[in-house]
């Protein structure tokens, strides 16, 4: 909110306003959803040149299903606390 002086002067020390803090927040919302998206693009080329290059298979000969469901336990299972904390709201949309 800007001030005005009995010059007409804006004061200096405020000088954004409710407008610019909301340009501001969705300028912010839309670098971080640009940021995400070139998060999935990146992710998703590796994974077909993974794929394209047989390099799974190899991996697969050396790591079976006992390690892999193992390694998914224990990075899911601290992430539950943080999961229903979030969930408790409305846990209809949570189910989905």
């Keep these: ?35 995400v998206q070139g998060a999935i693009m990146v992710a998703s080329l590796v994974e077909v040149i993974l794929g394209l290059t047989g390099l799974v298979g190899v991996l697969l000969r050396y790591i079976g299903p006992l390690t892999v469901a ?3 336990a224990m990075v899911a299972l ?19």
């Excluded at 606390?81 to 989905?96: E, G, K, P, R, T």
Aim: aromatic fraction near 8%; charge should be negative; proline fraction near 2%.
């Design 1 to 35: 909110m800007n001030v005005k002086h009995a010059g007409g002067q804006n004061d200096s020390n405020d000088t954004h306003s409710d407008d610019s803090t909301a340009a501001d927040a969705a300028d912010d919302w839309k670098r971080r959803m640009r940021e």
């Design 70 to 72: 193992s390694v998914i």
């Design 78 to 96: 601290p992430m539950v606390d943080v999961a229903s904390s979030y969930c408790q709201h409305n846990w209809s949309i949570a189910f989905l």
